[in-house]
């Protein structure tokens, strides 16, 4: 529990963390000697979390908590792309856009009409461009997937009138 503390804490910074100029060239971050600056795995192990909260929300049709995950799935991968625009040789910035934007665009669609089907169908292909993603950065042996089970047992998911 508390690394999963640690991780979702790692993915707020990352939020706030300073940016570069989208497709500079650079390995690192600029503020490597900065601790408050998210390595790219934290980041990712961030989104990790919300791709997780944001099947739970689906499930049970609490739009906008959905809506809340899919915003913060989407800063975070902008800050990926921002402080890691290539990593390692890998265009994270480039890939980011081409395999998630689509299915991230449809998912929002499909959260904003309250769509079942469509948020299931969006949430899939938006889990299939993570995969694709990590193909081609070569890191084919983190495969995502819908949750099965939720760590969360802090959370209510269903909807509930505002108190």
Not at 125 to 137: D, V
Request: proline letters at 7%; glycine letters at 6%.
């Amino acid at each position: 529990m508390k690394r999963i503390i640690v991780m979702a804490c790692a993915s707020a910074a990352a939020a706030g963390a300073a940016t570069l100029p989208l497709g500079a060239e650079q390995s690192q971050p600029a503020a490597t000697t900065d601790p408050a600056t998210p390595s790219l795995a934290d980041i990712m192990t961030g989104i990790q979390l919300r791709h997780l909260k944001l099947a739970y929300s689906g499930r049970v049709k609490n739009w906008p908590l959905a809506g809340y995950e899919l915003d913060l799935i989407q800063q975070s991968l902008d800050t990926a792309a921002r402080l890691y625009p290539v990593f390692k040789g890998v265009p994270v910035a480039e890939l980011i856009k081409q395999d998630s934007a689509q299915p991230i665009a449809d998912l929002r669609r499909a959260i904003d009409a309250k769509s079942s089907d469509g948020s299931v169908t969006a949430f899939v292909r938006l889990t299939e461009a993570c995969n694709g993603c990590h193909q081609a950065a070569g890191v084919g042996f983190i495969v995502i997937r819908t949750p099965a089970a939720s760590p969360f047992s802090n959370q209510l998911f269903s909807p509930v009138e505002a108190r």
